[in-house]
């Protein structure tokens, strides 16, 4: 059952204080020349507060760009093989977006639909979400078209929602959220008839997503993929950015003597992803790679899990470099 409580912006310095004693790192967003992603912070001054999302995501909490699964030596008539064995530290994980938050429920049924996979359960049994809600949204945000929204709780297990007499409501979520609270109980105070929604960004939703669902399988065939991908250069930004996509591929690196198995972020929209040894490409057009890329969050995905594989965050329409806006092509396909 959601606690509700309040806090002062003041008090969290305090709670971030009593966060570093207890032995977690605090990662919140982070502003470098405009860009804001990740970083380690130790005082709530570091946060950057005024962006609208990170440029990258939070899957590289748990889900990092490059990861060690194996290491091997070969030795006269034997190979040895060692475990990775990664660094993996208590985290909170401060201010994300509740788009961002709610994308590490598709990352966990891709990493533990068929076996449990030991980094990524790992990492998410030693992280905490503390999540911001959204107070602004802009032309790319479409999360109450996929079933969330700028106060979403999903995902999060503390969420604060920025009061205008200088508090944070709180939602205290889950038992992470509770552990939170304990560390310092004296900063919280009772909140009585506060209007979160009042205080939240105004986003109608656009296009109806499980009418999209249903109507995709009718659309394999259609022209429309070609013509909304004709712009797209296949760079794989917008795979790289997004809080749910999960593709990967594993490379050896290796001489000799020894070397070592890498799970490396990979995309279906780039042409290799499919590229059998043969040369023969199952998927050889950019069209018929955006229609996979459509198709697995809106059709493959939720016919598998019951929801998007997708949070309606707008980060691949504000990285692609030819501007293309998925809110945009989705609604045209609802349309279509
Ligand atoms: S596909 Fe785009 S809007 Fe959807 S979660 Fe990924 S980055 Fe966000
Ligand atoms: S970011 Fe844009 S151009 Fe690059 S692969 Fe994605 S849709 Fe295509």
């Not at 990352?107 to 999540?131: H, I, P, Y």
Request: hydrophobic share 35%.
């Amino acid at each position: 059952m959601t606690t509700i409580l309040k806090i002062s912006a003041e008090s969290l310095e305090a709670l971030f204080a009593a966060l570093g004693d207890s032995g977690r790192r605090i990662l919140g967003p982070t502003e470098t020349d405009g860009r804001v992603d990740l970083g380690e912070v130790q005082t709530p001054a570091q946060v950057a507060d005024a962006h609208l999302q990170l440029t990258l995501s939070a899957k590289e909490a748990v889900f990092p760009r490059v990861e060690r699964l194996l290491s091997y030596k070969t030795m006269p008539g034997k190979v040895e093989l060692n475990d990775a064995e990664p660094d993996i530290q208590p985290t909170v994980l401060f201010g994300l977006r509740p788009c961002e938050a709610s994308g590490f429920g598709s990352l966990d049924s891709v990493f533990n639909w068929d076996s449990r996979d030991k980094f990524f359960n790992a990492r998410v049994e030693q992280m905490t979400v503390v999540g911001l809600s959204c107070t602004q949204a802009d032309d790319a945000c479409f999360c109450t078209s996929v079933g969330g929204g700028p106060g979403s709780t999903k995902g999060s297990d503390l969420l604060l929602t920025p009061l205008a007499d200088g508090h944070y409501l709180v939602e205290i979520l889950t038992a992470k959220g509770e552990e939170i609270q304990a560390l310092a109980p004296h900063l919280f105070q009772p909140a009585v008839n506060e209007d979160k929604e009042a205080l939240l960004a105004k986003l109608e939703p656009h296009f109806d997503r499980e009418a999209l669902t249903a109507k995709l399988p009718g659309l394999f065939t259609s022209e429309l993929w070609a013509e909304q991908s004709l712009r797209c250069v296949g760079c794989g930004a917008c795979a790289f950015v997004c809080p749910t996509c999960a593709c990967f591929d594993i490379q050896e690196e290796a001489d000799t003597k020894e070397g070592q198995r890498l799970r490396c972020w990979d995309s279906c929209g780039l042409r290799q992803f499919t590229l059998h040894a043969s040369g023969h490409n199952p998927r050889s057009a950019q069209a018929e790679r955006w229609r996979q890329r459509i198709y697995h969050k809106f059709s493959y995905f939720p016919q598998r899990f019951g929801e998007a594989m997708c949070v309606g965050c707008g980060k691949c329409t504000r990285a692609c470099p030819v501007d293309m806006n998925l809110k945009e092509h989705l609604t045209q396909a609802c349309g279509t």
